[in-house]
């Protein structure tokens, strides 16, 4: 249910960010739509301020995570922020030795070696390179890194339920949002008739208005699910389901907004994304020697790809057309 919501979300959330580019106006809308929600089907909601306030720090993660995440997808494409997220696992690795000492083995280390080349590999043929879509994206990663790891910890402490947790997250992630919304107008890079403009236009738009409608309840299926899922997995392992969910993702989105697509991409592609299976499966019982072998081969064409330019003759093809 996690990865339907998630892929169903990417996909709203770029359709709305396209269609009507004011980030923190629509997650302003999502935000009331979900605790308008969970107020209508949850009651009796009792939070103290002891609890509220050890749940802060998730709340700013989760509005920063939701803020970046919007802003990148402004600027680059659904394939480029999927393989972008491919890194988390190996950030999440890394806090969790600095943090908790916990040591990594070196076939797992391998993998996530791995899934950073491929990464590196598929960006440096990016066509639609954007410095400010890779650093939210940048941003973005961090702090859904360490809102996943917070999350885990918060939550087996202060045995809160999934809709208490969406609860709180949005509650306390509103004023946030209005502050960047303030702050947007007060800087000059949107200006009031600009949004007023896009406003008019994407109301009478049908597609603008549904997928702004479907990104908002989108939020709660996936803040809900989201919850449950990491109830049960490990934030390394919860971040790899993540990515991996983004398969179906990168193939509707090529369809519905069009790109640049190459052999280079997909190859990246395609190291990123196995790679960061192959990691999930070495952190539970070891990889088989299939898939060290391919893990390997991966590893070797990564090489010709970097150092011989093997690929380098192939031509991009253009999916906008």
């Known amino acids: 249910l996690f990865s339907i919501s998630s892929i169903s979300m990417i996909i709203m959330n770029k359709a709305a960010a396209v269609l009507f580019p004011h980030v923190a106006i629509l997650l302003i809308c999502q935000n009331t739509i979900t605790l308008a929600i969970l107020a209508s089907v949850t009651k009796n909601i009792k939070l103290d301020i002891a609890i509220t306030m050890q749940w802060l720090p998730c709340a700013c993660l989760f509005c920063l995570n939701l803020y970046s995440s919007l802003q990148c997808l402004v600027f680059i494409s659904v394939p480029t922020f999927t393989v972008l997220r491919n890194v988390q696992p190996l950030l999440a690795a890394f806090i969790h030795f600095i943090c908790q000492r916990k040591t990594i083995e070196f076939q797992s280390l391998f ?78 890079s949107k200006g009031m008739d600009e949004v007023l403009n896009d406003a008019s236009v994407c109301g009478s738009q049908l597609r603008c208005l549904l997928a702004i409608l479907f990104s908002c309840f989108g939020g709660l299926a996936i803040s809900v699910t989201e919850f449950q899922a990491q109830k ?71 090489y010709c790809s970097f150092e011989l330019g093997i690929l380098s003759g192939v031509p991009t093809v253009d999916m906008n057309s």
């Not at 400010?132 to 939550?155: C, N």
């Not at 809160?160 to 969406?166: A, G, N, Q, R």
């Not at 790899?240 to 509707?252: D, E, F, H, T, V």
């Open 111 to 188: 993998y996530l070696a791995e899934v950073l080349a491929g990464a590196i590999l598929y960006c440096s043929h990016d066509l639609g390179y954007d410095f400010r879509g890779y650093a939210w994206a940048a941003l973005h990663i961090l702090s859904m890194t360490s809102y996943s790891i917070l999350v885990k910890t918060k939550s087996e402490q202060l045995k809160l339920k999934f809709h208490e947790m969406s609860y709180l997250n949005n509650i306390l992630s509103f004023p946030a949002l209005v502050a960047f919304c303030a702050l947007e107008f007060l800087s000059g």
């Open 232 to 302: 049960f997995m490990s934030a390394t392992s919860f971040l790899c389901l993540n990515n991996l969910s983004k398969i179906p993702a990168i193939i509707i989105s090529f369809r519905l907004f069009g790109g640049y697509f190459s052999v280079q991409i997909f190859h990246g592609m395609v190291i990123s994304v196995v790679c960061a299976l192959f990691y999930a499966v070495s952190t539970k019982r070891g990889t088989s020697r299939a898939m060290q072998a391919t893990g390997a081969f991966l590893a070797m064409s990564a």
